[in-house]
């Protein structure tokens, strides 16, 4: 009988059980720090004087989830997504800032540095507010985000920018002059700008003279293009339908949807995609509950985004802990932020949507 070997990350409490990932070219593989997690609950004393509503309000007091992280001056600064209890359903999203020295242990700044306001994307993002950010930086080393706006009704993709993570530029809704206007009322969330690793800072690369980005959070996902990584061309058929890039498979955990992970990455193997898969007991994996996400890679060619190369079989990662199975939503492991640091992979992600939790691999 073989002996089960245990390789350390020298974080405590953060054991490997195996020394390779599932396929040559996928990070990994990943253990959740579950000495420390989750890493960033939510907290009930600390307010905001909210423009819009007019009123203080506890703005992080029902849930924290779903962070994109960077790395900057040595240190991980993490923007998450956090919840008031005022809205009467789900409560109103706006973005707080965290930063911490070993990934593991952040201090948050007071109030939120991202949040729906008097201004022109109020329409947009009131009064669900701003969701789900991802960050890479520009050539120029101009942060970039992508977030959702949401209404109430509608989720849109939108992007803002900034030099230094708290003073943030909105920009405006991703898609919003695409095709004349096509996609201004139309559902999109999620995306998952290419970009190229430079020491531990992630900055958006070119192909083929353009800027791309992985989107959506449907059975189907998709792929657009820039000039300047602001306004966003959803790639199409010559019928005029978003092209599709890699799409859901019956008996997996991805059968009901994929949606990005953090940025897609590139290697020397291609273009990297961390993605999140929902499942359906019934059609998909079997092992997973019902409505429970999971995450899987893909790889796509690094001269042509569109060109799925491998993809892999089964999840890396799934909602096994008691914070990930229970919250706000039960069943949910849902990645979006990742930075090397310290010779590590920090894989952040939302549990239960709920709180946030870090895994952790050998770079």
């Known amino acids: 009988m073989k002996r089960l070997v245990l390789l350390a ?23 959740k720090a579950n000495a420390y997690n989750p890493i960033l609950s939510a907290k009930a004393t600390t307010t905001f004087d909210c423009p819009v509503r007019k009123q203080t309000i506890h703005w992080e007091e029902k849930d ?16 998450y997504r956090a919840e008031d209890t005022v809205r009467s359903v789900g409560g109103t999203s706006r973005l707080g800032l965290a930063v911490s020295t070993d990934g593991i242990h952040f201090n948050r700044m007071p109030k939120p540095v991202f949040y729906p306001n ?9 009064e669900g507010g701003c969701e789900d950010p991802r960050v890479v930086e520009s050539p120029n080393g101009v942060y970039v985000m992508t977030y959702t706006a949401y209404d109430g009704d509608k989720a849109r993709l939108c ?34 700008i290419v970009c190229k690793r430079v020491g531990d800072r992630f900055v958006a690369q070119k192909i083929q003279g353009k800027y791309w980005m992985y989107w959506g959070d449907q059975p189907q996902l998709r792929l657009a293009s820039s000039d300047d990584l602001l306004h966003w061309n959803p790639l199409e058929t010559e019928s ?11 008996g ?26 929902m499942n ?12 429970a996400y999971a995450g899987g890679q893909l790889l796509f060619d690094a001269t042509d985004p569109v060109k799925l190369l491998d993809r892999s079989e089964a999840h890396f990662i799934k909602p096994d802990q008691p914070y990930e199975l ?38």
């Open 118 to 126: 008097n201004d022109p994307m109020k329409v947009y993002e009131w």
């Open 64 to 79: 924290v989830y779903n962070p994109t992280t960077v790395v900057r001056n040595n240190k991980v600064y993490m923007l």
């Open 280 to 291: 359906d007991a019934k059609n998909g994996d079997v092992n997973l509950p019902e409505g």
């Open 240 to 250: 005029g339908q978003p092209v599709v890039v890699a799409e859901s498979r019956k």
């Open 159 to 192: 992007v803002a920018t900034s030099r230094n993570l708290t003073d943030w530029q909105k920009q405006g809704l991703a898609f919003g002059e695409a095709a004349n206007g096509k996609y201004k009322n139309s559902w999109s969330k999620s995306g998952a």
């Open 326 to 363: 229970e919250g706000q939503v039960n069943q949910v492991v849902f990645l979006e932020g990742m930075v090397p640091f310290h010779g590590k992979w920090f894989l952040y992600y939302g549990t239960a949507d709920s709180k946030i939790g870090v895994a952790i691999a050998n770079q």
């Open 9 to 31: 990350l020298f974080v405590p409490g953060c054991l490997l059980a195996q020394s390779k990932p599932e396929k040559p070219w996928m990070l990994g593989p990943f253990q």
């Open 252 to 277: 997996k955990h991805d059968v009901r949807l994929l949606e990005p992970g953090p940025f897609a990455m590139l290697t020397k193997k291609g273009i990297l995609l961390i993605y999140n898969g």
